[in-house]
């Protein structure tokens, strides 16, 4: 069964420190895997997208890493600011499946506080 | 033009009402998403066009009617809607020969 989990289901941590989000994923066939910053009430926003063959990618303070023999994937955000309080979603996709088919975790929802 | 934009931000109806949530994006994208999100929750498929041809409904009850005029633009009309319909409606693009998936700023749906 293709799932993508996410841990920890909360964070809360303050401002200027640093976290790591983690996605660990049984997609089969594997196309890419991206992490998504969702506000509140608002459509999620892609931070970064990774393929089969990509170890990290880095946007800014956002930094994605991907085993893609284990599976799983991670997101450190570095030197936090309170605007990166949102829900971090890791999103996966099939090679080979048919449009519009992503896997979704459930988020990882980040408070930072002053 | 990287938007998709989505209107109204904010709609509130009773049962018996007649609404639609329109979507926009200039980006020559020719898929289209429609997707539900409750709360504390993964977005959930609803339909999916491609090339303004409805290829993928999840099911959807029939209070919910997809519309896909041209390529930019997508509707999603609403006739007796329940309060569980409540939720965020998100629209999304994307090239059919990708699968990134760009994310309008939602409708925030409330049935009276």
């Known amino acids: 069964k293709n799932q993508v989990e996410q841990s920890p289901q909360s964070l809360i941590i303050l401002e200027g420190k640093n976290c790591t989000l983690q996605?660990?994923?049984?997609?089969?066939?594997?196309?890419?895997l991206r992490w998504y910053k969702q506000d509140t009430g608002r459509g999620p926003v892609s931070l970064t997208i990774?393929?089969?063959?990509?170890n990290t990618k880095s946007n800014g303070r956002y930094t994605a890493t991907l085993d893609a023999d284990t599976k799983q994937s991670s997101l450190h955000i570095t030197a936090s600011q309170l605007s990166d309080s949102a829900s971090y979603i890791c999103?996966?996709?099939?090679?080979?499946?048919?449009?519009?088919?992503?896997?979704f975790g459930r988020g990882t929802q980040l408070t930072v506080w002053p | 033009d990287t938007e998709v934009t989505q209107t109204p931000k904010h709609l509130v109806m009773g049962m018996t009402n007649k609404k639609s949530l329109k979507c926009e994006q200039h980006?020559?994208?020719?898929?289209m998403y429609w997707y539900k999100q409750k709360a504390k929750k993964p977005p959930e498929l609803m339909f999916v066009?491609?090339?303004?041809?409805?290829?993928i409904n999840e099911s959807v009850p029939s209070r919910f009617s997809p519309e896909c005029p041209n390529s930019s633009l997508l509707n999603l009309h609403l006739h007796a809607l329940q309060p569980e319909d409540s939720a965020l409606y998100l629209c999304?693009?994307?090239?059919?020969?990708?699968?990134?998936?760009?994310f309008g700023p939602g409708t925030r749906l409330t049935v009276l």
């Open positions: 980006m020559g994208h020719r898929a």
């Open positions: 999304a693009s994307s090239h059919p020969k990708e699968d990134t998936q760009y």
């Open positions: 999103v996966v996709s099939s090679r080979g499946s048919t449009l519009g088919r992503l896997y």
């Open positions: 066009y491609s090339y303004e041809k409805l290829s």
């Open positions: 996605c660990n994923y049984t997609v089969s066939p594997f196309s890419n």
């Open positions: 990774m393929t089969f063959s990509e």
